[in-house]
C-alpha cells in the first residue's frame, strides 16, 4: 500500500534540497465544537474549520487532546473527520487522531478514520500501563501495517507516562508509513538526534518552541494556540522561511502572553481555547466532564492577551 496524503500539503521552506512536510507546516489541533446541551456540533466544526484554513494552516488535526478525544465515541470521531473534510475539501490536510491505550481499539479507529476521509493518522503512545519500549514500538508498527495512511507519532511522557525513546524512534522510522512526529517530549538534544539520522518530520506540539525547533530543521508545529490565532502563528515560520530571523524572534515572543495563559497557566488548552473561542463568538461550546469551562477570570485574562496579541500584529496582517 502506497501512504501519500489525498490533499498535497504546501510547499516548504524554500531550500532547494529541503522535502516537503507530510501535512503541510502550520497545524491546528482543532478542538472539537459541541452545542451548548454538550451534542457533536458539525456545523460548528465545518465553520471553524473553513475559518482555519482560510487563516493560514496547511493542515487540521482532529480528535486530539485538544479535540477532547476521551470524551468523544467512535462515530463522533468518524463524523467529525468526515464533516471536515468535506468543508475544506483539498485545502488542508487532515490528521485524525486515533490513539488509545489498547492497540486493537487504536487499528480500529485507523481503518475507520481512513474510511472516513482522513489523509494521517496521529498515534499517541498507549498511555497509563507504561508498555516498556519493545511493546511501544510493537503497538506503532501494527498500525502503521494495519492502513494505507501515513502516520505521526505523538510523543507526550508527560500525559503518557511512557517516552518514545530515541533509539525507538530511530527503530520506527525505518517504517514507509512512519513519517512524521509531534514532538511534546521537551528533549531537544534527543529530537536532533534522531532529526540528524531520519527524515522524520518533527512538529512541535509545543507553542513556546515553534520557532526554537523550526530553526533546528523541524518541520512546523501542531498547535493548539492556533485554534485562537492561526494567522499569528503562522507569521513566525513565513518570517523564518523568508530569511527575516529577527521577525521571526520578535514575533514569537509577542506571543508569549496569550501562549503561557493558554498552555501554561493550569488549565487544559481544551478549556483555554474553547473559553477564547467563545468569547470571540466562533464555534466551540462547552467541554465535556470530566473537564470544567473556565471562569470569567480566566476568560477575560486570554481575551486581553488576545487583544494585546492582535494590535501588535497590526500592520503585518489583517486581525
Given at each position: 500500500m502506497t501512504s501519500p496524503p489525498a490533499r498535497p500539503a504546501p510547499s516548504a521552506r524554500s531550500a532547494p534540497s529541503a522535502t516537503p512536510p507530510p501535512f503541510g507546516r502550520a497545524l491546528c489541533a482543532m478542538v472539537t465544537p459541541f452545542t451548548a446541551d454538550g451534542l457533536l456540533d458539525l456545523d460548528g466544526a465545518r465553520l471553524l474549520a473553513e475559518r482555519l484554513v482560510a487563516e493560514g494552516c496547511d493542515g487540521l488535526v482532529l480528535s486530539g487532546t485538544t479535540g477532547e478525544s476521551p470524551t468523544t465515541t467512535d462515530d463522533e470521531k468518524a463524523a467529525l473527520v468526515r464533516a471536515v473534510a468535506e468543508a475544506v475539501g483539498h485545502r488542508a490536510a487532515i490528521v485524525a487522531g486515533v490513539g488509545s491505550f489498547a492497540t486493537r481499539h487504536t487499528v480500529e479507529l485507523a481503518l475507520q478514520a481512513e474510511k472516513a476521509?482522513?489523509?494521517?493518522?496521529?498515534?499517541?503512545?498507549?498511555?497509563?500501563?507504561?508498555?516498556?519500549?519493545?511493546?511501544?514500538?510493537?503497538?506503532?508498527?501494527?498500525?502503521?501495517?494495519?492502513?494505507?495512511?501515513?502516520?505521526?507519532?505523538?510523543?507526550?511522557?508527560?500525559?503518557?507516562?511512557?517516552?518514545?525513546?530515541?533509539?525507538?524512534?530511530?527503530?520506527?522510522?525505518?517504517?514507509?508509513?512512519?513519517?512524521?512526529?509531534?514532538?511534546?517530549?521537551?528533549?531537544?538534544?534527543?529530537?536532533?538526534?534522531?532529526?540528524?539520522?531520519?527524515?522524520?518530520?518533527?512538529?512541535t506540539g509545543c507553542d513556546e518552541s515553534i520557532l526554537a525547533l523550526y530553526a533546528v530543521g523541524g518541520a512546523g508545529y501542531i498547535s493548539t494556540v492556533a485554534n485562537a490565532v492561526p494567522r499569528q502563528l503562522r507569521s513566525i515560520i513565513d518570517a523564518f522561511d523568508a530569511g527575516d530571523t529577527e521577525r521571526a524572534r520578535r514575533l514569537q515572543r509577542q506571543s508569549m502572553e496569550l501562549i503561557e495563559l493558554m498552555m501554561g497557566a493550569g488549565l487544559p488548552g481544551a478549556v483555554t481555547s474553547k473559553a477564547l473561542l467563545d468569547a470571540l463568538g466562533l464555534p466551540a461550546g462547552p467541554v465535556r466532564a470530566p473537564l470544567h469551562s473556565a471562569g470569567r477570570e480566566a476568560t477575560g485574562g486570554l481575551l486581553a492577551a488576545y487583544e494585546a496579541l492582535r494590535q501588535a500584529s497590526r500592520g503585518s496582517f489583517s486581525s
Amino acid at each position: 500500500m502506497t501512504s501519500p496524503p489525498a490533499r498535497p500539503a504546501p510547499s516548504a521552506r524554500s531550500a532547494p534540497s529541503a522535502t516537503p512536510p507530510p501535512f503541510g507546516r502550520a497545524l491546528c489541533a482543532m478542538v472539537t465544537p459541541f452545542t451548548a446541551d454538550g451534542l457533536l456540533d458539525l456545523d460548528g466544526a465545518r465553520l471553524l474549520a473553513e475559518r482555519l484554513v482560510a487563516e493560514g494552516c496547511d493542515g487540521l488535526v482532529l480528535s486530539g487532546t485538544t479535540g477532547e478525544s476521551p470524551t468523544t465515541t467512535d462515530d463522533e470521531k468518524a463524523a467529525l473527520v468526515r464533516a471536515v473534510a468535506e468543508a475544506v475539501g483539498h485545502r488542508a490536510a487532515i490528521v485524525a487522531g486515533v490513539g488509545s491505550f489498547a492497540t486493537r481499539h487504536t487499528v480500529e479507529l485507523a481503518l475507520q478514520a481512513e474510511k472516513a476521509g482522513a489523509d494521517g493518522l496521529l498515534v499517541v503512545t498507549p498511555y497509563y500501563s507504561r508498555p516498556p519500549q519493545d511493546a511501544v514500538e510493537a503497538h506503532f508498527l501494527e498500525v502503521a501495517d494495519a492502513t494505507g495512511l501515513p502516520l505521526a507519532l505523538y510523543d507526550i511522557p508527560g500525559r503518557t507516562g511512557t517516552r518514545i525513546e530515541p533509539e525507538t524512534m530511530l527503530r520506527l522510522a525505518e517504517h514507509p508509513r512512519i513519517v512524521a512526529v509531534k514532538d511534546c517530549a521537551y528533549d531537544l538534544m534527543g529530537t536532533q538526534k534522531v532529526l540528524s539520522r531520519t527524515d522524520l518530520a518533527y512538529y512541535t506540539g509545543c507553542d513556546e518552541s515553534i520557532l526554537a525547533l523550526y530553526a533546528v530543521g523541524g518541520a512546523g508545529y501542531i498547535s493548539t494556540v492556533a485554534n485562537a490565532v492561526p494567522r499569528q502563528l503562522r507569521s513566525i515560520i513565513d518570517a523564518f522561511d523568508a530569511g527575516d530571523t529577527e521577525r521571526a524572534r520578535r514575533l514569537q515572543r509577542q506571543s508569549m502572553e496569550l501562549i503561557e495563559l493558554m498552555m501554561g497557566a493550569g488549565l487544559p488548552g481544551a478549556v483555554t481555547s474553547k473559553a477564547l473561542l467563545d468569547a470571540l463568538g466562533l464555534p466551540a461550546g462547552p467541554v465535556r466532564a470530566p473537564l470544567h469551562s473556565a471562569g470569567r477570570e480566566a476568560t477575560g485574562g486570554l481575551l486581553a492577551a488576545y487583544e494585546a496579541l492582535r494590535q501588535a500584529s497590526r500592520g503585518s496582517f489583517s486581525s
